[in-house]
């Protein structure tokens, strides 16, 4: 008896590892286009990732007190119970402000080639430094901001332990680089779909291979691939048909407000389909609250295909594959106020 | 060798256990004045406490969808990286209006005798029902809030899984209970005071037990004392001397709003001292943001005594002995929309 415990679970491991797995002509076919999500954080260049810088960026993600108004933080439109967005067409910022686009997840999003739906921020880094600015978003200034992270003796303290050797570690760059260290750690592996290109044959119903089978045929794939099934280039929304004025309106241009090129109107950065059974509702006006009409609407602007009912959930099956295992993140005690940090306005 | 290890290890057991406390007359003397943080959560009266039923109340106290807007959860103003208040004098709810009081601790607020500033609310439960229909802070209704729910697949099975053996579990009355639930397990054991209290010698510096000696020599503890150093009985704000009108607002009477009784104007719940380090600024107008300040005017207005800069000094290192282990919650997945949830309101 005492030997088959081992050997059962040799087996067990045999199996899970996926060394069990049949030949499988669609992941043969398919295994170059996509990348399962990695269990842990990538490196960003120019920016090593410290226990110390973690832990700082973490707490500043968390910290509402990089608004102006020290009550909205990147985690109030970046929740990461909703995966990783927040569940509105459009987040509420500063004075009850509505923002210009759907908020994008911050999952898994430092696999994207660019950041923002126009891709007008090149990294993590750069991108978490923008909405703290923004008069709709946290409204504060870089001035204040510093302001109040040197008025926090528990910030001047975690500044130098992320930043050592420098004589001004609090500096507006350095935030920047310490939220994206922690947004990099924000991913999603697992998910049934990389479960299966990993080998696991079982991690996908058949419904679901199915509805994989007209992803990649009927042309969604040509736009929507790599590790984050999506997030590697832009595309104007409505290559075939312009879609209806409420889901594409005609004030944003999208990507031809930063390059400032014809050739970009109404180009976005092509979002990830990680985890977008969480992330209703849907496109850069959050106009869409149903995938599957979602889907239906891509077919038609994208690829110029009618998609039935049918087919829309089999590929809608195959989305829902897309889903990873949310991070297990604890919430930071921040650093408390001292007598004389900058009060918040109003 | 081998030997030592164990008997060391006995050693540093008994030292840490506090086996080896030294007679304390300031202990003796105050012992039956107050009691430590339980590490465990106390149970609620008809609500016992689930795993299922804290599972759903940890994902409801995170939800902003229980707001009108989806954009604010009682973890918005109560939140627990800031010592579960907002740092804020007064919370921004929906439309970005200004609540009436500072925000209260949620933190070990299950010892207080009653909920809000004003005690209007019994229990957990009541309270936590309150600022989800307040027009001024989450702005929905009891309709509203239960057909959101309703129309989210995830907890339609945690209602059923929390509270079996009903037809209808999601109603309005189970919501707040199993908030309640989870907000009983918001406690901050092991305190420096609280070691100390149980034996721990060393576990406050000279400067605080000095701090202490005043804190009850001068009259601090006749109100704040018990479990929660606070929270266990009403007092008028300004007993002795009217505190300045911008820290006590002349139409705020506080309980008197409640009871009808003139007796109560500007009476006010006695809050808890535990962690007041961290839940800056103080009063329930939330106009002082100095502790040290906070002080001199607790002893003018509510003890006629003028408290000199170092005695005020020692009862601030008193109080910074109250600031416990803050709970270690991780962010709970939110179940994911339906097509057919209600929308946010805008």
Chains 1, 2 share one sequence.
Not at 151 to 160: M, N, R
């Amino acid at each position: 008896m005492k030997m088959r415990l081992p050997m059962f679970m040799s087996l067990a491991a045999l199996v899970l590892s996926g060394a069990t797995t049949m030949a499988d002509p669609l992941r043969d076919e398919i295994k170059d286009q996509f990348a399962p999500i990695p269990a842990k954080a990538p490196g960003l260049p120019n920016n090593p990732a410290t226990p110390e810088k973690l832990a700082l960026g973490k707490m500043l993600y968390f910290d509402p007190r990089l608004s102006i108004s020290h009550s909205l933080s990147c985690a109030s439109c970046h929740n990461l119970g909703l995966g990783g967005t927040d569940d509105r067409p459009k987040s509420l910022g500063h004075d009850w402000q509505q923002g210009g686009r759907n908020a994008p997840t911050v999952l898994n999003s430092v696999f994207n080639l660019a950041q923002f739906w126009d891709g007008r921020a090149a990294d993590l880094a750069e991108q978490a430094g923008g909405p703290i600015l923004n008069p709709v978003e946290m409204g504060s200034t870089k001035p204040q901001t510093i302001d109040v992270l040197k008025g926090i003796p528990g910030y001047v303290t975690a500044f130098k332990a992320a930043f050592p050797g420098t004589s001004d570690s609090i500096t507006y760059e350095n935030l920047e680089k310490a939220i994206a260290v922690f947004e990099a750690t924000l991913l999603t592996p697992e998910a049934p779909f990389d479960r299966w290109l990993s080998g696991d044959d079982k991690a996908l119903t058949q419904n679901q291979k199915n509805g994989l089978r007209l992803f990649v045929d009927k042309g969604c794939s040509g736009c929507h691939n790599g590790v984050n099934i999506g997030g590697s280039m832009y595309a104007p929304f409505g290559v075939v048909k312009a879609p209806a004025p409420d889901v594409r309106p005609a004030d944003d241009l999208g990507r031809a407000a930063i390059t400032k090129s014809k050739d970009d109107d109404y180009a976005f950065k092509v979002p990830t389909l990680r985890n977008i059974a969480l992330t209703a509702p849907y496109f850069h006006s959050g106009k869409v609250w149903d995938l599957k009409e979602a889907v239906k609407i891509m077919g038609e602007s994208q690829l110029g295909v009618t998609l039935s009912d049918a087919e829309t959930g089999k590929i809608v099956d195959f989305l829902n594959s897309l889903t990873g295992r949310q991070p297990d993140v604890s919430i930071p005690v921040l650093p408390a106020l001292a007598a004389t940090t900058p009060h918040p306005v109003p």
